[in-house]
């Protein structure tokens, strides 16, 4: 740091060199520290960070984006270009970009400016800035850098390194962030002065209302207004409507909550800000930030308008600022943020800033009157306090670098097309300018709804509405207090009338209007110089873009707006343009010749103003970014030690790895023991849909491939699920449990897919067949004893269920008791192996679990995890649809043509798509086994296969390993691959050339490596 | 063509840049042509240039409704890449690509081409299994492909939350270096100058509301300004294609969905290659500008506005504060959304049609931009030959009856 900045710091500390003794909405019996660069400033309560910082007389708070200019606080809003900063105290709770005026001055605040090296005051890429400068039009990264082709990656990381304002923190956010959902009649959007009468009248009627702002106090530019109403000053009488409103039950105020976004069917998003204002981290139990969602019947935007800066050179210098801003400052903040004051104005509502500065008791230097006989009250008074005023005259350049020090002015044309006298310099240290009034139009356009130009107002106002939707008071070019509180009363009205409620007596207060005389369109301030050679005049201060751009870019051919504002960046800051972008169409429709009612606006998006992320997210972050799906059992296996493995959400046991067991090994003991005698699976996770209606067995007929006209009660089918081009996209064994009623399972990941499957079929296609799904997963626990013990050991715990091989048979299910529990055992297999599945109500689902346990020790019963389960599917070459098909495979590519019904009266879904030319050709891929030639090798699953290794790239692929394991049982590794034609290639050798290096050599065969009679489960 | 450089930049400076001349013209319909390109986009861009520059066809006009490039061009999160699964799609795919590499040079205009990486996180035992299937199949077929095991994406993207604590913890990733991205705009840009200079036709502002044919042989196009007559007529309008091809007298087997993106405001350099994510669904990168450029999925219903849910938003964002915890508090400045040409197999339609000399390219769906540079390439030998590009052969339209689908479902994965 420079001892001349400390210095000056030091001073400013004491000073608040700008504060005045009085006024303001502040309390200055309540100072706060706060950090800016690294020294302490105070500021008190009731500021923002801008006013505290130009009560200390901060004048560069930043530098600009692409030339490093030094930049100060040019505006009191969310329109502020320049005083974007890093918050933060600590380093989890960066925040990068804030608006230093949005930003509400807290004890101990911690900001920092975020460009400028070594710092904002000093900047040494300034100097680049002013030397490149003339080099760095817009788009002129587009016509270099490119020689030769190798640099281009290192320009780029110096292009990045100097692009982007504020940084990330570097650490996880400590704070939360919540939402709620609304519904209301009528949400009013900005509390000024028509977003209050409309709240008022809309509150009276009795609708259910939601008012929001995004200021901290509710008054808008009533805040620091000099008018009165009803005979009050205008923030007393915002005081009693907010009091009142704050009675009715059905009304919600909402302040420091921005509606950022305005979406479709009268749809809204608004971002509350809770703490920000409060400290750096939310307090304890609180979230920072919340997102209301509203669906509004009607929604009354009331928004207000903008005040347009005017573009003239320098116009940047820091000492330039807003008039209006100028004034939010003296009276809302008590700082006057200079001496000496030249103010430029186009209009009467200027003239505010200069009587506001002179009773402030500083130097108004000049009013500089574009128009050349403006006349009207307010014009009247400033000549009564002896102000100088020039007409028909523009200040046209600025004199001064890291401070204004002087106004350049002279007289132009009526048109303001053209400079036609000689100049004069007024000096000053402050210039305050006024283009007239932008309405906030941003939201309205968020619905699509084009702004439309109004010549009468010199602005754009919300085009025809799209939604519920209307406006009141200056967002739509209604100006003047008085008629501002009647269009608020005006628009509430309507939404009172549609929304069939009684109108309710509102009295507009009394209010002074000020006799006016008509503003002047002016866009461009001209310079003796032509827009291309005069010195830099802003129109995007945040991006540097100059009325001289915007000009290269029409000459160039960019001509639509949308081109213009991509080719020179206007707009494309965290501002959206929202002070410089009609400026900026205005003088693109100059360069070309159009009027701006021809050029247009480029279309404003969501956010009005940025969101945080974390704010969007809500809730759904960290360990409820997805929910966790536990079975019954979950905690009998976490205290057996087993890894859990994702599959879907549900956690599923992996394995159950032993005090020193690698998973190798537990895995190889698993298999065994379920071979060996019986081992016992948690299958609780498969989906379960319970089907039932008098069309349930016609609708599974068309669903699944395989016919289901006559299997009995009683009694398990398996069946494949194809989407309608014939592709395979869920298996699963379907039991008859009625006439009438069904129980399909799904696999785990695949089970809600299935059911929106099931109900868009028959909701949209077959409405004429009665059936009802319910899922049932989570109500059933499923446990799946396994292995030649089996049913020895389930005998031990039923006496109901008659468990003989020849009544109680392979695909039989039966009711009744296990362990003391209604249970329905399932005689079905996934490991080739003698095997029950039971299912139990889920909340006895543990309950049996240890039960078959306590018995089963004497069987040596075994958990096994679904690494396992692999394991012995594979060595019976069961699929795993998802992995051993890939949505391309149909059941005939699996050599499952006979769980395919050929005879069934109504097609069935995928018939068609399956039997298509190239569904049916020769040589597609088949699902086969594989054996490496090198019994010790397991092929890696997802290993390409080829005929040729050694053929030169691109190599021709025969298919893929899509599973592969390591079988204890045949002491060997077993595969299974999809492999062009491999049905009719038994015995062939192919290649795995792998991406280490390793070739593998494999031969292809049967996919049943165990057991091929099927005998094991037939016992 | 004024040639573009540095050395040009500095002499313009002299003369206060008064003397760059337009990039393309503004012309005036001709009433005939040689070829008729309809969608003025990156794709319909390319398409022209390369059908003068390649095939010396230059009697061209490109009708596009709005101002160049402003379809799903202007509205992208330029992810280039070609690490697709299976075979047609990845040959296409890297055709592209390898035109991507050099393409600033091919057109003398910086399209910001920057191969930063793509980086494809794996989640779960079935991510690594496909993650795996992917990188075997694009090295067989030439396309370099890495995995990486967890530690690795931990070193590589370090704010990325590699750590066990998450919903889904990271267990690995693929990368394919050589992708990244591009500036958008001045694709479009570069390919719409590099025409204009070769004298295609580029005529803006101006819509086609009709196809005049006779005896199913193309004749030309009705436009808002008039007919203009063509023997081969290309059409290249990406999620308006279902409408042209009514109005050609046809039907394509093509959903037309909202697809959003958003950007976070400008930050300082933080994130360095592209990071996407199939399982928690979401995908970002950060732009040379410092904006984090984020997108996810498709919006679920069918539409012609560009508009989506904000429910989508929401889910992205979660997912992107899920795999990277330390953005919670960077701020999103903007959304917007597009309208994206899904194709039932995830892969484009490049195809002649039922109206000879009317071909169509759409179907590309959320991830057509990376695809620009190549699809316009063998688009433009199509035109020029009035038959199939091998590359584009087995993407006819065709492949929808006779079932020679080329699902890239897994590989195409979190829309991009």
Redesign the interface.
């Known amino acids: 740091m420079s001892t001349v900045s400390s210095k000056k710091s030091a001073s400013r500390k004491v000073a608040q060199s700008n504060r005045l003794t009085r006024g303001g909405r502040i309390n200055r019996n309540k100072p706060l520290k706060f950090s800016y660069n690294g020294k302490t400033y105070e500021g008190f309560e009731g500021d923002t960070l801008a006013s505290a910082l130009l009560a200390n007389g901060v004048d560069i708070i930043g530098r600009s984006f692409k030339y490093s200019r030094p930049r100060g606080i040019f505006a009191a809003g969310a329109e502020e270009p320049n005083a974007i900063m890093q918050l933060g105290a600590t380093e989890a709770?960066?925040?990068?970009?804030v608006r230093a005026t949005q930003q509400e001055l807290f004890d101990g605040l911690v900001s920092n400016s975020v460009n400028g090296w070594p710092n904002a005051d000093t900047d040494l890429m300034s100097y680049i800035g002013k030397a490149g400068g003339?080099?760095m039009?817009p788009g002129?990264?587009?016509?270099?850098?490119?020689?030769p082709?190798s640099m281009?990656?290192t320009y780029?990381k110096y292009?990045?390194?100097a692009?982007?304002?504020?940084?990330?923190?570097?650490?996880?956010?400590p704070?939360t962030y919540d939402k709620m959902n609304h519904h209301c009649d009528v949400l009013v959007v900005g509390a000024g002065p028509a977003g209050l009468m409309a709240a008022l009248t809309a509150a009276r009627a009795g609708a259910r209302v939601i008012i929001a702002d995004e200021q901290q106090e509710f008054g808008g530019s009533l805040l620091h207004s000099a008018d009165t109403i009803g005979g009050l000053p205008a923030a007393e009488w915002v005081k009693g409507i907010v009091t009142e409103l704050q009675r009715y039950e059905d009304v919600l105020l909402l302040s420091r909550a921005t509606v950022n976004?305005y979406?479709?069917h009268n749809?809204l998003?608004i971002h509350e800000r809770r703490t920000d204002h409060l400290t750096d981290r939310a307090p304890l139990n609180m979230s920072r930030q919340r997102m209301h969602?509203v669906r509004a019947e009607w929604v009354i935007l009331a928004t207000g308008a903008h005040e347009r800066p005017l573009v003239y050179a320098n116009n940047d210098v820091p000492g330039n600022m807003l008039a209006s801003a100028v004034s939010t400052y003296i009276r809302r903040y008590g700082v006057v943020p200079g001496n000496k004051l030249v103010l430029m104005t186009t209009n009467d509502d200027a003239y505010q800033t200069a009587l506001d500065w002179k009773l402030a008791g500083r130097d108004v230097v000049a009013i500089v009157d574009t128009r050349a006989n403006p006349t009207g009250a307010l014009i009247e008074e400033a000549r009564k306090l002896g102000i100088r005023l020039i007409p028909g005259s523009a200040v046209i350049d600025v004199e001064g670098g890291k401070r204004v020090h002087g106004a350049v002015c002279c007289s132009i044309d009526a048109t303001g097309s053209k400079v036609t006298s000689g100049k004069e310099v007024l000096t000053c240290d402050t210039i305050a300018s006024s283009g007239g009034w932008s309405p906030v139009v941003h939201l309205s356009c968020h619905t699509?709804s084009r702004p439309v130009w109004n010549d009468e107002i010199i602005g754009f106002v919300p085009g025809a509405a799209k939604e519920q939707r209307l406006c009141a008071g200056a967002v739509h070019g209604v100006y003047g207090l008085g008629k501002v509180l009647e269009d608020g009363v005006n628009a509430a009205q309507q939404a009172v009338a549609a929304l069939k409620l009684n109108q309710p007596e509102v009295e507009l207060p009394s209010t002074f209007e000020p006799v006016k005389s008509p503003a002047m369109a002016l866009f461009y301030v001209p310079h003796v110089k032509p827009v291309?050679?005069a010195p830099k005049q802003f129109v995007d201060l945040q991006n540097d873009v100059t009325a001289?751009g915007i000009a290269?870019a029409t000459?160039?051919?960019?001509?639509?707006i949308?081109?213009v504002k991509?080719?020179t960046?206007m707009g494309?800051?965290?501002d959206?343009g929202k002070l410089g972008n009609i400026n900026g169409m205005a003088i693109a429709a100059m360069t070309m010749g159009k009027t701006i009612a021809e050029t247009g606006t480029t279309i404003f998006?969501?956010?009005y103003t940025?969101?945080?992320?974390?704010a969007?997210?809500?809730r759904?972050?960290?360990?409820l970014?997805?929910v966790?799906r536990f079975t019954a059992m979950h905690k009998w296996h976490v205290e057996q030690g087993a890894e859990f493995?994702?599959?879907g959400q549900w956690k599923r046991p992996w394995y159950y790895p032993k005090a020193g067991e690698s998973m190798h090994d537990a895995v190889n003991r698993e298999s065994k023991a379920v071979r060996d005698s019986v081992g016992i699976l948690d299958a609780s996770t498969l989906g379960k849909i319970d089907i039932q209606g008098p069309g349930a067995r016609e609708f599974l007929n068309r669903i699944y491939t395989n016919a289901w006209a006559k299997l009995d009660v009683g009694k398990c089918r398996y069946g494949l699920m194809c989407h309608e081009?014939?592709?395979v996209f869920d298996d699963g064994v379907t039991s008859c449990l009625g006439d009438n009623h069904f129980l399909m399972t799904t696999t785990t990941g695949g089970a809600a897919g299935v059911m929106e499957w099931l109900e868009l079929w028959h909701q949209t296609e077959w409405p004429e067949l009665e059936v009802y799904f319910t899922s049932v997963t989570d109500h059933w626990s499923t446990l799946t004893i396994s292995g030649p013990n089996s049913r020895k050991l389930l005998a031990e715990l039923t006496s109901d269920i008659d468990l003989d091989k020849d009544t109680f048979k392979f695909m039989d299910w039966r009711a009744g008791t296990v362990a003391g529990v209604p249970a329905r055992v399932f005689r079905i297999s996934f490991t080739g192996e003698l095997s029950y599945e039971i299912n139990v109500q889920a909340n006895y689902g543990l309950h049996v679990w240890e039960k078959l346990f306590e018995h089963g020790a004497k069987y040596n019963l075994t958990p096994y995890g679904t690494e396992t389960m692999h394991v012995l599917r594979a060595e019976k070459g069961f699929i795993i649809v998802?992995?051993d098909t890939?949505?391309?495979v149909t059941p005939f590519d699996l050599n499952m043509g006979w769980a395919v019904g050929k005879n069934k009266p109504f097609s069935f879904l995928g018939q068609r798509?399956m039997q298509?030319?190239?569904?049916v050709r020769d040589n597609r891929k088949q699902l086969v086994g594989l054996k490496c030639s090198d019994s010790s090798v397991v092929l890696?699953?997802?290993?390409?296969l080829?005929d040729n290794p050694k053929h030169p790239?691109?190599?021709p692929?025969l298919g893929?390993v899509t599973s592969s394991y390591y079988s204890p049982n045949l002491g060997h590794g077993v595969a299974m691959a999809l492999i062009k034609g491999g049905l009719s290639r038994m015995g062939d050798k192919v290649y795995a050339?792998?991406?280490d290096g390793r070739v593998i050599e494999a031969e292809i065969c049967s996919s049943v490596f165990l057991d091929p009679k099927g005998e094991r489960q037939n016992v | 063509m004024q040639r573009f450089s540095g050395f040009g930049l500095a002499k313009h400076a002299l003369s206060h840049h008064e003397n760059w001349q337009r990039m393309w013209r503004n012309p005036t319909p001709k009433k005939e042509y040689d070829v008729i390109i309809v969608g003025g986009g990156g794709h319909g861009l390319a398409t022209a240039y390369y059908l003068a520059k390649e095939h010396g066809i230059t009697n061209v006009a490109v009708i596009e409704k709005g101002w160049l490039g402003g379809g799903n061009t202007a509205r992208n999160t330029t992810i280039v890449r070609s690490n697709y699964l299976w075979d047609e799609a990845a040959h296409l795919y890297e055709h592209s690509m390898k035109l991507w590499e050099g393409l600033s040079q091919d057109l003398n205009y910086n399209v910001m081409f920057s191969s930063r990486g793509v980086y494809h996180l794996c989640h779960t035992l079935h991510d690594l299994r496909e993650g795996e299937r992917l990188v075997h199949a694009n090295l067989l077929n030439g396309i370099p492909n890495e995995m990486l095991d967890k530690d690795q994406v931990a070193r590589e993207i370090p704010a990325l939350n590699c750590g066990k604590n998450a919903r889904y913890p990271v267990m690995g990733a693929t990368v394919q270096r050589r992708g990244g991205v591009a500036r958008h705009d001045a694709v479009a840009w570069g390919f719409a100058r590099g025409a204009d200079a070769l004298g295609v036709d580029l005529i803006q502002q101006t819509e086609v509301i009709g196809f005049r044919q006779s005896n199913g042989v193309i004749e030309g196009v009705e436009t808002t300004r008039g007919f203009i007559a063509a023997p081969v007529v290309g059409c290249v309008t990406a999620g308006n294609s279902g409408v042209m091809a009514q109005q050609a007298g046809f039907r394509l087997p093509l959903e037309s969905h909202p697809l959003q993106a958003l950007v976070s405001e400008p930050i300082k350099p933080v994130l360095d290659c592209v990071v996407m994510s199939n399982h928690v669904h979401g995908y970002v990168s950060q732009s040379d500008k410092g904006d984090l450029v984020i997108g996810a999925g498709i919006d679920g219903y069918n539409g012609y506005g560009q508009r989506g849910s904000y429910n989508t938003i929401e889910h992205t964002l979660s997912a992107i504060v899920e795999m990277f915890p330390v953005f919670s508090r960077v701020r999103m400045n903007r959304q917007w959304g597009g309208i994206v040409d899904t194709c039932p197999d995830a892969c484009p339609i490049i195809s002649a049609t039922p109206v000879k000399g009317l071909f169509f390219n759409c179907g590309w769906g959320t991830g057509g931009f990376k695809a620009t540079p190549g699809s316009g390439n063998v688009f433009a030998a199509t035109l020029a030959k009035r038959e199939a590009h091998p590359l584009a052969k087995p993407f006819s339209m065709d492949r929808f009856y006779s079932g020679a689908l080329i699902d890239e479902h897994g590989a195409a994965g979190v829309a991009h």
């Open positions: 709770t960066q925040i990068p970009n003339k080099m039009p002129f990264y587009y016509k270099t850098f490119m020689y082709e281009w990656m780029e292009i990045r390194k692009a982007g304002l504020g940084r990330a923190p570097a650490e996880w956010d704070d976004g979406h479709d749809f998003t969602k699509g291309s050679r001289g290269l000459r160039e051919g960019f001509e639509s949308e081109h991509r080719y960046a494309f800051g965290t959206q998006r969501p956010n940025p969101v945080t992320f974390g969007v997210a809500g759904d972050a960290g360990h970014f997805d966790k493995e994702d599959v081009d014939g592709m998802g992995q890939d949505g391309s798509g298509r030319e190239d569904c890696p699953e997802g290993a390409q080829v790239v691109p190599v692929m893929h050339p792998l991406r």
